[in-house]
């Protein structure tokens, strides 16, 4: 960057794309992005309990939300990447906020029409808009400051997600599910009078509207603060001051002899299958549970019980931020998900509603996972011109959560929803293990590496 650019700005941006310092309102308005895709995620929750007894499906069957989410982060985030490569993070981010408002505008006719399809075709274009924003903020957060920051950055970030977790399924709470457990009555209703039954169904699915008319008019405030505050590019440059650029071919060929890279995308598709799979199926776990236990909770009941989960995921997240700025990251993620696959065994095996309230203690392992293995995954990309691409491919690891959720569903059919948690369990044990296998990478403590960088013997 040239002398006259940086004098304008309060950063100076490296050669590979990092800042010498974090800006703050930058960083805050990116963070902020984290809570929006979480609240969409806490949403589908409630839908897939909502849909479940209005459109009659198996637990597989309401894994297809899931499906539909997960798919549109799939097939858009390369398409994405190579869109921010041409214009800008800033951009990609707008483009992305632009999207998801017009899926929120999609439910206007797929409350009326009371059809399941038209709802995953909300929901898929809302995921569009979704990549976009998460291929453009997960890489720029670890970008907006020094490099040796940037697991820890990406990991304070994360923090809004899990207020937009908490967000999502309060507004759930309130505008969609009612005092009454909708399972029994749509049951009860088309045994002795089905018209009744339609009738309340169409109102049920009209009420899944009003979360998402504020979510829109969210979505459009922040297209216009986003549009008038200035970013940095965090691009890497040539020795020229150019932009360094790749192409697709040249990036996938490069990745192509990178194994951590790939070994760091299985992790992930496997990481995000656990935690959409126990958060898909929570409230449901609560409603069976309570049920066959001859007490059955209300629909707005249960979701008191993803409530909680997030609140403890954010407690979680908090506390694993603070853990990793003072120990090695694959010491802290290990013991995280190793402690959470023996919660999740009991889970699957204790009787009663223990088994919940294990379902829901288990996010408090969850916090760390996602961002830390995004960063270490990038962070194997040394070439820093493929670094949207390769941040597009990360995200395109989501698609576990339109996989492995669905796989988990049908678990439950086979056997009961209590025993379907034991697939989370090995999930996230298969995760822990890979951590394990860091270990030899990670030889530093976050003091030790300031030390070392304060001294000049690493590069910030």
């Given at each position: ?101 017009l899926g929120c505008f ?171 799979g126990i958060w898909s ?58 402690v959470g696959c023996v ?118």
């Amino acid at each position: 960057m040239s002398n006259a650019t940086s004098a304008k700005t309060p950063w100076v941006e490296s050669p590979d794309g990092y800042l010498d310092r974090t800006p703050i309102l930058q960083f805050a308005m990116t963070s902020v992005l984290f809570a929006f895709w979480a609240i969409a995620s806490s949403l589908n929750d409630v839908l897939i309990t909502q849909f479940k007894p209005v459109f009659e499906l198996t637990d597989m069957q309401t894994a297809l939300v899931q499906s539909a989410f997960y798919a549109g982060y799939f097939i858009i985030a390369i398409p994405a990447s190579l869109f921010i490569k041409r214009t800008s993070y800033k951009v990609g981010i707008m483009t992305g906020l632009a999207f998801f408002a017009l899926g929120c505008f999609i439910f206007f006719p797929a409350s009326r029409l009371i059809t399941y399809e038209i709802f995953l075709f909300a929901i898929f274009v809302e995921a569009i808009g979704l990549s976009f924003l998460e291929t453009s903020a997960d890489t720029y957060a670890t970008l907006l400051g020094p490099k040796r920051l940037s697991t820890l950055r990406l990991n304070v970030a994360q923090t809004m997600n899990a207020l937009g977790l908490l967000t999502g399924v309060l507004l759930g709470k309130y505008f969609v599910f009612q005092d009454s457990n909708l399972h029994t009555e749509m049951e009860k209703l088309r045994k002795t009078d089905p018209q009744a039954a339609i009738d309340l169904a169409s109102e049920q699915l009209g009420r899944t509207l009003q979360p998402y008319i504020v979510v829109m008019i969210v979505m459009l405030v922040f297209i216009v603060l986003f549009a008038i505050v200035k970013f940095p590019k965090c691009r890497p440059q040539t020795k020229e001051g150019d932009v360094a650029k790749a192409t697709l071919g040249e990036t996938m060929a490069y990745l192509g002899h990178n194994g951590r890279f790939w070994q760091g995308i299985v992790i992930q598709f496997i990481y995000i299958g656990a935690q959409t799979g126990i958060w898909s199926f929570t409230m449901r776990l609560a409603l069976n549970v309570s049920e066959q236990a001859g007490a059955p909770i209300s629909d707005r009941e249960s979701a008191n019980y993803m409530m909680i989960s997030y609140i403890i995921f954010f407690v979680g997240r908090i506390s694993a931020s603070y853990l990793l700025s003072k120990f090695r990251e694959t010491r802290v993620l290990a013991v995280y998900m190793i402690v959470g696959c023996v919660v999740l065994i009991g889970t699957a095996f204790v009787p009663g509603m223990a088994s919940v309230w294990l379902a829901v203690i288990v996010s408090l392992f969850l916090g760390p996972g996602w961002p830390t293995i995004y960063s270490r995954t990038l962070k194997t990309v040394e070439d820093r011109r493929h670094t949207e691409t390769a941040g597009a491919i990360i995200v395109m690891a989501l698609v576990g959560g339109a996989i492995l959720p669905m796989a988990q569903g049908a678990l439950s059919d086979a056997v009961n929803m209590q025993f379907s948690f034991i697939l989370p369990a090995i999930e996230l044990l298969v995760v822990g293990l890979y951590f394990m296998s860091e270990f030899k990478r990670d030889k530093y403590t976050p003091a030790q590496l300031k030390e070392m960088t304060e001294k000049g013997e690493i590069a910030n």
